[in-house]
C-alpha cells in the first residue's frame, strides 16, 4: 500500500491558508502555489541517493557527498500542474520535464490522454507527477498509468490538496507510488470540487473562468 505524507510544515501551512483564500488574486495565487511546491519538494527528495566524493577546500581536502543514483523527472499534469514547476526546478534546476495532458470523455468520465511529452531517458529517472488537486484520484491514476506504460519505474504523486476519495483511488491503483500532500481534506462534493479546497486550481492560476 502506497504511503500518504501530509505536509505539515508551518510555512507549508501558513501559504497553503493564503492559497485557500478566495480574496488571493491570480499573481499571488501563482506566487504562493510556486512557494509551496518548492517547500514541499524537500520531503519529496529526502530519499534521492548520495555518493562520496572528496574535494578541495580553502581548507583542505574533505570528503562529503553529492546526488547520485537515478535522475529526476518531473511531469506536471496539465494544465493546472503547470503551476507547480517552476517551484521544484528551483530546488532541482537538472530534472527535465515531461507533460501529460488529459480530459474527461463527457460519455464515458474517463480520463483521454490527449497529449505526452516525456524525457528520452523514462527508465532512467525517478518521475514526480504533479497537480494542485488530487479529487476523484481519475486523471492522476491515468497520468501514472501512462508513464509506467512508457516505462516508468520510480513515480510520486506530489499535490497541495487530496480529498480521501483520490487518495483512496491512488491506492488501489497504484500501491508503489507514495502520495506527498500539503492536506488532507473533508470529501468531495457533488460536482467533485473538494471540500474546502481552494475552488479551481486552474482557473485561479491563470485567471479563467
Known sequence: MSKVHVMDHPLIQHKLTLIRDKNTG????????E???LLMGYEVTRDI???EVEIDTPMGKAKTKVISGKKVGLVPILRAGLGMVDGMLKLIPAAKVGHIG?????????PVEYYCKLPSDVE???FIIIDPMLATGGSASAAITFLKQRGAKSIKFVCLIAAPEGVSRLQEDHPDVDIFVAALDEKLNEDGYIVPGLGDAGDRLFGTK
Do not use: M, N
Not at 491570480?26 to 502555489?33: D, H, I, N, Q, T
Not at 474527461?104 to 468520465?109: F, I, N, S
Open 49 to 51: 541517493q548520495l555518493k
Open 124 to 126: 532512467e529517472r525517478d
Open 35 to 37: 512557494e509551496v511546491a
Open 102 to 110: 488529459l480530459y474527461r470523455d463527457p460519455e464515458t468520465l474517463e
Open 26 to 33: 491570480s499573481k499571488e495565487f501563482r506566487e504562493l502555489v
